[in-house]
């Protein structure tokens, strides 16, 4: 199936340990992003990268630190895990055309709760 | 913050009846995209409407887009209990997206 898979669907953790969220895509897409949901819904950048190279790097702290072997994979590294860090975490993907339109394809998302 | 706000945040509907919901966002775009969320779900693009564009129609769905005043509204049609979910509006510059903060609908059957 062609998609923007994520793992692990949950992910429950202390605080202080350090924890990673893998994404890939199998759409052939050049551009892959990292976005957090809050509990209220609100969705906000994180990450973006375009061709191994990041692109966008929002207001996010360095506990977080985005790794892209190749442009199909776009993993998130959480270190020292804090309670505020608690939310969904979207992985998408979106292809860039020439005098066209880029759309977002996003993963089922990954639930990051610390303790 | 490149955030848009929508409005309203939550709307609760009677099947049958049609559902509005607005969006407002501060910057200049490319292009505006309507995505669909369902409880526990990633979100799912629905329709996208360009700078130049005024309306665009797909299925039920009509998107309105003002650039003048930096608005759009996404209207759903003779509304299904299966429409029910939180929809968000993302403007669009190249590759890069910014979210409303979305409508949570509810239709009731």
């Known amino acids: 199936d062609t998609a923007v898979s994520q793992t692990p669907k949950y992910l429950v953790t202390q605080m202080g340990n350090d924890k990673s969220i893998k994404c890939e895509q199998n759409l052939g897409h050049d551009t892959m992003y990292w976005y957090k949901q809050d509990s209220k819904k609100f969705l906000k950048i994180m990450f973006s990268y375009n061709n191994k190279e990041l692109i966008i790097n929002e207001t996010v702290p360095n506990r977080f630190s985005p790794k892209s072997p190749d442009k199909a994979h776009l993993n998130l590294h959480i270190n020292s895990l804090e309670l505020g860090d608690s939310a969904v975490y979207f992985c998408a993907s979106s292809q860039e055309f020439i005098g066209g339109a880029n759309v977002l394809t996003f993963g089922a998302g990954s639930r990051l709760t610390v303790l | 913050s490149q955030q848009g706000e929508e409005d309203p945040q939550a709307l609760s509907i009677q099947e049958g009846e049609n559902a509005t919901m607005n969006c407002s966002y501060k910057?200049?775009?490319?292009?505006l995209q309507w995505y669909r969320q369902n409880s526990g779900r990633g979100l799912v693009h629905l329709i996208l409407i360009r700078s130049n564009e005024r309306e665009k129609h797909s299925g039920r769905l009509r998107v309105t887009l003002d650039t003048s005043k930096k608005s759009s509204s996404l209207l759903i049609t003779a509304s299904r209990a299966a429409d029910t979910a939180s929809y968000f509006c993302a403007t669009a510059t190249g590759n890069q997206f910014y979210f409303g903060t979305g409508t949570s609908l509810t239709v009731i059957p």
């Open positions: 910057t200049s775009i490319n292009n």
